[in-house]
């Protein structure tokens, strides 16, 4: 199995703030890799996809690079609206795995 | 445009079997080439893939919940459910339906239901 390790588990930082969120796999995903929010009490959103897509609607201060074992999710201005969980997803054709999350806070 | 509703019970006995449908509206379950995944999530605590179904009837499971799950379609209906035998205390969680969607590289999960608690308890 893909086993995803997702860092840090939380994070707080000030409005206008620039947001790093890492993601690591066990082995080689290529680029198939994929960011969601969730806000409480909300089903997930997706806001990236194959790594670095920004899904249509999603805010450009939203990115997302990296390929092979090493992601990195970023927020360029941190948004009080953008206080949520986030959570990168693998994609293997025959199991998908979720990282841990990453809970954002407002500092 | 397609939205996504979990219907069933939100209690459930130990040893039972939890069943859920999924009820895809504003569009075919058949048109487009998509999976339809159910992922669940215990309280306070991360996301889990259950397993999903394509509109041929082909289905990948979650390895560690294979034995016990089933996933089934009804186009005539535009549902997908979810059996789970011989639940647990540890299957009590919300569980969601979501569409897997085809990005060309990766597939993810586009569409999500909002969400039906299911609370395993005697």
């Known amino acids: 199995d893909i086993q995803m390790t997702q860092s840090p588990s939380s994070l707080s930082a000030s409005v206008g703030d620039r947001v790093t969120i890492t993601c690591q796999a066990s082995?080689?995903?290529?680029?198939?890799l994929n960011w969601y929010q969730q806000k409480p009490g909300k089903a997930p959103k997706l806001l990236i996809y194959d790594a670095s897509n920004l899904e249509t609607g999603v805010p450009s201060r939203f990115s997302g690079s990296g390929s092979g074992t090493d992601f990195t999710f970023t927020i360029s201005s941190l948004q009080p609206e953008d206080i949520a969980t986030y959570y990168c997803?693998?994609?293997?054709?025959?199991?998908?795995?979720f990282g841990q999350g990453t809970r954002l806070e407002i500092k | 445009q397609v939205q996504l509703q979990e219907s069933g019970p939100g209690l459930v006995k130990p040893s039972q079997t939890l069943s859920l449908t999924c009820t895809v509206s504003g569009g075919s379950i058949s048109s487009g080439s998509y999976y339809w995944s159910w992922i669940r999530q215990p309280a306070g605590k991360g996301l889990e893939w259950i397993g999903r179904?394509?509109?041929?009837?082909?289905?990948n499971y979650n390895p560690s919940l294979k034995s016990r799950v089933t996933i089934s379609v009804d186009t005539s209906k535009n549902q997908f459910s979810l059996k789970l035998s011989s639940v647990t205390a540890a299957d009590t969680a919300v569980y969601y339906c979501?569409?897997?969607?085809?990005?060309?590289?990766?597939?993810?999960?586009?569409?999500w239901g909002q969400g039906t608690m299911v609370t395993v308890s005697s």
């Open positions: 997803q693998q994609y293997d054709n025959l199991l998908i795995t």
């Open positions: 979501a569409r897997d969607a085809d990005y060309g590289g990766s597939n993810a999960f586009d569409i």
């Open positions: 179904i394509y509109t041929s009837g082909s289905t």
């Open positions: 082995q080689d995903i290529s680029n198939y």
